[in-house]
């Protein structure tokens, strides 16, 4: 894709499951990364690996987004690892399901909203202010969710962090615009990762997903990165302020009886 060579791309969350899937493809499209992860150290290297076997250069940098002082120090720190970055993609984050009645006093809403929604309003901002102060364009990537767009139950605190996500999505990219600053959501549907992929591929569980989406399938990690690269490369140089959904069709279809 146009405009990637050599482009430096903070991913976080690359030590699994879509944030893997993207380091890859991005590598494939010659970016040089700095991959983030938290505790998974096995995964993070099995990624190292996969991308510089595609020949690509990559750090490697580790930050618990719980901890939402230690957000400056970190980006400050992966901004340095290439003298610089033109990307950043918010990826990591945390799939929460819990009924709202479990989680009366909101602990694991405080949780999701901390790693979902404030790290990537920090982490942009601090990029955006880099990019500013470096005279350089930049462009942001947020990895939202359809549950952004259509939730169901047990998912209050996971579809307010979406939700939430989008919105800053558009606001960042009205802020930014006018410092070459553009930033995108990705709203992907089901994708089996390591965390899912046990469950979602039991043949019950498939086909009860599978008949919802007019694509009749799962999406994969590889998919999202392709999505990724699409919306991190010059061909979406007027794209700001939207949010790509990339679920096979799920939630083009309305609740109706199946004729
Ligand atoms: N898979 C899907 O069907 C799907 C659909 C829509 C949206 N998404 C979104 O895609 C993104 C990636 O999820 P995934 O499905 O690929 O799941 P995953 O394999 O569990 O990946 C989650 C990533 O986020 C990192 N992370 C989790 N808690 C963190 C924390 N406290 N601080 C910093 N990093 C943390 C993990 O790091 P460590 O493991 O190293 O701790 C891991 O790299 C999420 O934002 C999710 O909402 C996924």
Wanted: charged content about 20%; proline content about 3%.
């Amino acid at each position: 894709m146009q405009g990637l060579k050599d482009k430096r791309i903070l991913i976080t969350g690359a030590s699994s499951g879509i944030g893997a899937g993207m380091a890859k493809v991005l590598a494939r499209e010659g970016c040089r990364l700095v991959l983030h992860y938290n505790r998974n150290q096995h995964g993070i290297e099995q990624t190292l690996k996969t991308v510089e076997s595609l020949g690509a250069k990559a750090q490697v940098i580790q930050c618990d987004f719980k901890q939402l002082t230690q957000l400056t120090q970190f980006f400050n720190q992966a901004w340095l690892l290439f003298d610089g970055l033109d990307g950043l993609v918010n990826n990591a984050g945390i799939v929460t399901k819990s009924t709202s009645l479990k989680d009366a006093e909101g602990e694991q809403f405080a949780q999701t909203l901390a790693v979902n929604l404030q790290a990537p309003y920090q982490l942009s901002t601090a990029f955006a202010k880099a990019c500013i102060k470096a005279k350089q364009p930049g462009v942001i990537v947020n990895n939202s969710s359809i549950h952004g767009q259509a939730t169901c139950e047990w998912f209050s605190a996971y579809a307010a962090s979406k939700m939430g996500l989008d919105a800053i999505t558009k606001v960042q990219a009205v802020e930014w615009g006018k410092h070459g600053i553009r930033v995108n959501g990705l709203a992907p549907g089901v994708v089996p990762v390591e965390r899912t992929d046990k469950i979602l591929n039991q043949p019950e569980m498939a086909a009860k997903w599978c008949e919802r989406m007019p694509a009749g399938r799962y999406g994969t990690t590889e998919e999202m990165g392709e999505a990724t690269a699409y919306l991190l490369s010059d061909a979406t140089q007027w794209m700001t302020g939207s949010v790509l959904t990339i679920d096979g069709g799920l939630i083009a279809r309305g609740n109706y009886p199946v004729r």
